[in-house]
């Protein structure tokens, strides 16, 4: 059976996105991407649809990792600071606290050692039903 990393570094969309999974291990997940022309908005910067893309992919590899499966249930945060083409960027997802049903992470998102972006993101669990079922 394949591992979370080795799946997560095969999602489609990540890699339509040029975004590498860097790191997977228990409770911790960090991806990274250079931002081309292709990823930065109107203005010429970041899209933010890309930091998003970049920390979702960091939170779905760490939670699918302490439990698979574990599917989004929410995601909140905050956009601090701007990148260009160029840039490199690191989302790093860490997991804050854990039930039996769910999973609370929080995702940076950093140019170099800079803080851009921080989310929050609540998975649920899928339990497998017993054989009261």
């Known amino acids: ?17 040029g975004i ?32 998003f893309s970049l920390a979702d992919v960091a939170f779905s590899a760490a939670s699918n990792r302490d439990h698979y499966p574990s599917y989004a249930l929410d995601i909140s ?9 160029g840039d490199i960027l690191r989302a790093e997802a860490r997991l804050v606290h854990s039930t039996r049903r769910t999973g609370l992470y929080r995702m940076d998102v950093f140019r170099g050692n800079e803080l851009m972006a921080t989310f929050n993101g609540t998975v649920f669990r899928k339990v497998s039903s017993g054989s009261c079922g």
């Open 1 to 17: 059976m394949e591992t979370i990393a080795v799946r997560a570094a095969r999602d489609p969309y990540a890699r339509h996105l």
């Open 20 to 51: 590498t999974v860097d790191t997977v291990e228990e409770g911790f997940a960090s991806c990274s991407v250079k931002i081309g022309r292709d990823l930065c908005n109107f203005l010429g910067m970041a899209h933010g649809g890309l930091v």
């Open 77 to 85: 945060g905050s956009f601090l600071k701007t990148a260009a083409e």
